[in-house]
């Protein structure tokens, strides 16, 4: 592999093709390292269609690092709806907290490792783009572009790391910011998952991969396990008031600090109902592990009849778009009487 021609065609296509992002700095310009944090936390299993407008969104609200980490968690998981995975959102206000006492923004992978949040790929992303660090960040973009031009035929997930070795080979010291971006844009807009456009790859006669005819096989995926199903019942609590009565989830753990319709727990077989209700219908999500269905009722009862749910509060059904609800407990909202 004739690494500096690698180098050199990847550079030149970038500056002809690179994507117009918000959170990328203009031609000439200087990353903003707030910038390139929030977007790299938001894209952690996130597509870049779907966090564009979160990001501007956010950007909009909280135009500096001062201004989110002065923010309330609640207002940070309100705004974050929609993107699921919220320990992210979790994590990046106390990064941000954290941030705002330092005298300077970090810079190396190490030293953003330290922030709650960020890996290996996220400390890299950020040192490389941000701050011009001579590294590398492998995502699934970066997995398929160096599995098809080195021709790896391991299978994911031991073949990450032959791609972090041989991305150390292709780390450039000129350009490096531009050089990770690159093998992103290249993975997304060209060598992609399906249907790669080899025809207008500036790599295609460097790739082991294609000269093997082995570009839509690479790189080869494990086989993953069917998800399991877990079943629970969650309880539509009225008031004459019209109110609801929700509670908030631990912090810690899956959609920790988020706000919950109260509920029984999500257990491998269907909950045997222990109260009386108006059944309302079946809720079914899918979380990254398991699928989840859940029996929702309807009730008037006092919260601390229905399987001891003393602690939580009474909510306005009209406004909870102002509370931080994922995307499962609006699925059990949207059972509420038109009345209500």
């Known amino acids: 592999m004739d690494i500096a021609a690698f180098r050199h065609r990847l550079l030149h296509w970038y500056d002809s093709n690179r994507r117009t992002l918000p959170w990328r700095a203009l031609k000439g310009q200087k990353p903003n390292p707030y910038h390139v944090l929030l977007s790299e936390i938001m894209l952690q299993q996130t597509t870049v269609a779907t966090v ?28 974050w709806q929609g993107l699921g995975y919220y320990s992210r959102a979790r994590n990046l206000h106390k990064a941000l907290g954290q941030l705002a006492d330092l005298p300077s ?15 290996d790929y996220t400390a890299k992303a950020i040192a490389s783009i941000a701050f011009d660090q ?128 109260p509920g029984t727990a999500w257990a491998e077989q269907p909950t045997e109902l222990v109260h009386d209700g108006l059944w309302r219908g079946i809720v079914k999500h899918t979380f990254t592990h398991f699928h989840l ?24 059904t009209k406004a909870l778009d102002q509370q931080a609800l994922p995307t499962v407990m609006k699925k059990v909202l949207a059972f509420l009487r038109p009345e209500t």
Request: glycine share 8%; hydrophobic share 40%; proline share 9%.
């Open 293 to 316: 269905n859940l029996s929702v009722y309807e009730t008037t009862k006092d919260p601390e009849e229905i399987l001891g749910f003393p602690t939580g509060f009474w909510a306005d």
């Open 134 to 261: 001579p590294v590398v960040p492998v995502d699934g973009n970066v997995i398929r572009v160096v599995a098809r031009v080195f021709g790896l035929t391991q299978a994911l997930p031991m073949l990450k790391k032959t791609v972090a070795e041989k991305a150390l080979l292709l780390a450039a010291d000129d350009r490096p910011g531009d050089f990770a971006q690159s093998l992103m844009d290249l993975g997304s807009m060209i060598c992609r998952p399906q249907q790669p456009r080899c025809d207008r790859c500036p790599l295609r006669s460097l790739c082991k991969g294609y000269e093997d005819s082995l570009q839509h096989t690479l790189p080869i995926k494990a086989v993953k396990p069917p998800k399991p199903t877990r079943y629970g019942c969650a309880f539509l609590t009225m008031n004459k008031q019209g109110q609801i009565w929700l509670r908030r989830r631990p912090e810690k753990g899956l959609l920790g600090g988020m706000i919950e319709v």
């Open 105 to 119: 923004f970090p810079q190396t992978p190490d030293d953003l490792r330290k922030l709650p949040g960020v890996g």
């Open 52 to 79: 564009i407008a979160y990001f501007e969104r956010f950007i909009g609200q909280w135009p500096t690092l001062e201004a989110m980490a002065k923010a309330s968690l609640d207002d940070v998981l309100v705004a």
